[in-house]
């Protein structure tokens, strides 16, 4: 591989967000593909608010958070927790980590990548996608998710078979964090991130917000626009920034 295992020497600095843990890192692709390069496996965690509030209540969906090797700042109100900590870090939404994989794949032999999720056909649309824009891109297989329960060991039988080093699930919160920790003993050499609705965005379902709500830190309020009925899931949000200025302000009470 041409990827330098030097990029192993970038130490992962971790930090607390309501008791869950993110790494920061200057560059999470660079990070993965050196991983890959030593034959390391990565469960990838993009975390944003409200995940981070569901592990508070969910002790299952907090184990496997803690456990997961990358837990990256994919959400506004993570990094306005950090900001508030004192850590000045932008933003790694999970879609365009999943998208520097695929073309970082694109230029390696011996990867191959997995789709799995979404409605049936759009996984398979979404490795179309990738493979139009990246000819070089080898797609392993692709796999809907909503198969039937009585081929799920077909599933696991074709992903070892294939033994794919990129695997994008995209189930939604939490269902494919633990579809993950339940099956990357499949792969234990693969990157498997969670991506969410990646592929609905992909194959163009859906649409990301536009660039400058992003980059001001708004792209929920494009989400809620766009899918209102995810308001009561919202709530989070308000919850989780009440919670960190609560938290900064507590901690400077102590300092003081």
Known sequence: M???TET??????????????????????????????????THVVTLNAEMSMQAE?????????????LIIPDGAGVVLYLNLHGYRVQRCPGIELAEA?????????????????????????AAQKWQQSL???RIAGTEHGYHPSETEA???????????????????????EYWIAQHRHLCPNAIWI???GSFDIWTGQKFRAP?????????????????????????????????????RMTKSKKLA
Do not use: C
Request: aromatic share 10%.
């Open 2 to 4: 041409k990827w330098q």
């Open 8 to 41: 192993m020497a970038a130490t992962l600095s971790q930090f607390q967000v309501l008791g869950t843990p993110v790494h920061i890192l200057d560059d999470y692709t660079d990070w993965l593909t050196g991983r890959l390069a030593q034959g390391q496996g």
């Open 57 to 69: 209540v969910n002790p299952g969906l907090a184990k496997i958070i803690q456990g997961a090797d």
């Open 101 to 125: 994989l695929l073309q970082a794949a694109a230029t390696e032999e011996d990867w191959g990548v997995f789709f799995y999720g979404g409605a049936p056909r759009v996984a398979d649309l």
């Open 135 to 137: 000819p070089t891109l």
């Open 154 to 176: 077909a599933l696991q039988r074709k992903l070892q078979t294939l033994a794919p080093r990129l695997i994008l699930v995209g189930l939604g919160v939490p269902r494919q």
């Open 194 to 196: 969670g991506v969410g």
């Open 211 to 247: 660039v400058w709500l992003r980059e001001n830190h708004l792209e929920w309020v494009y989400r809620l626009y766009k899918e209102p009925w995810r308001w009561r899931r919202m709530l989070a949000l308000p919850h989780f920034a009440l919670r960190a200025l609560i938290t």
